[in-house]
C-alpha cells in the first residue's frame, strides 16, 4: 500500500500564499495522476489540481491563476502553491494518487489524511 502525507496547511491572512506538500511512501513502481481536492464544511469534496507524471496540468476555474502544482517525481511527491488566497479557500486539502506497485499490477489509489488551510483576518 502506498501512504500519502499532507503538510504544509496552517491560517494565513487573505491575500498570502501557502504551500502544500504530499509525500508518497511504500511500495511504488510507478505514480501517475496526482491530485489536490478540498473540503470546505458543509459542502462535498470538489477537484482543484491535478498533475499527471509527465507534468501536464489541469486547474478548477476558481483557482486557475492563484494556485500552481507541481510534482518532483525522484521524491514522489506533489505541491500545491497558493497564492492571493481569499477566505473561501479555506478547506482541507486531500492528496490523492494513482500508482502501482510492479509494472504487472494494475492500478491502485491512495488518499492523504487532509491538512487544513484557513484563510482569515
Known amino acids: 500500500q502506498v501512504q500519502l502525507v499532507e503538510s504544509g496547511g496552517g491560517l494565513v491572512q487573505p491575500g498570502g500564499s501557502l504551500r502544500l506538500s504530499c509525500a508518497a511512501s511504500?511500495?511504488?513502481?510507478?505514480?501517475?495522476?496526482m491530485v489536490w481536492y478540498r473540503q470546505a464544511p458543509g459542502k462535498e469534496r470538489e477537484f482543484v489540481a491535478a498533475?499527471?507524471?509527465?507534468?501536464?496540468?489541469t486547474y478548477a476555474d476558481s483557482v486557475k491563476g492563484r494556485f500552481a502544482i507541481s510534482r518532483d517525481n525522484a521524491k514522489n511527491t506533489v505541491y500545491l502553491e497558493m497564492n492571493s488566497l481569499k477566505p473561501e479557500d479555506t478547506a482541507v486539502y486531500y492528496c490523492?494518487?494513482?500508482?502501482?506497485?510492479?509494472?504487472?499490477?494494475?492500478?491502485?489509489?491512495?488518499w492523504g489524511q487532509g491538512t487544513q488551510v484557513t484563510v482569515s483576518s
Open positions: 490523492h494518487a494513482d500508482w502501482r506497485r510492479s509494472w504487472a499490477a494494475g492500478r491502485e489509489d491512495s
Open positions: 511504500g511500495s511504488i513502481f510507478s505514480i501517475y495522476d
Open positions: 498533475i499527471t507524471s509527465v507534468g501536464r496540468t
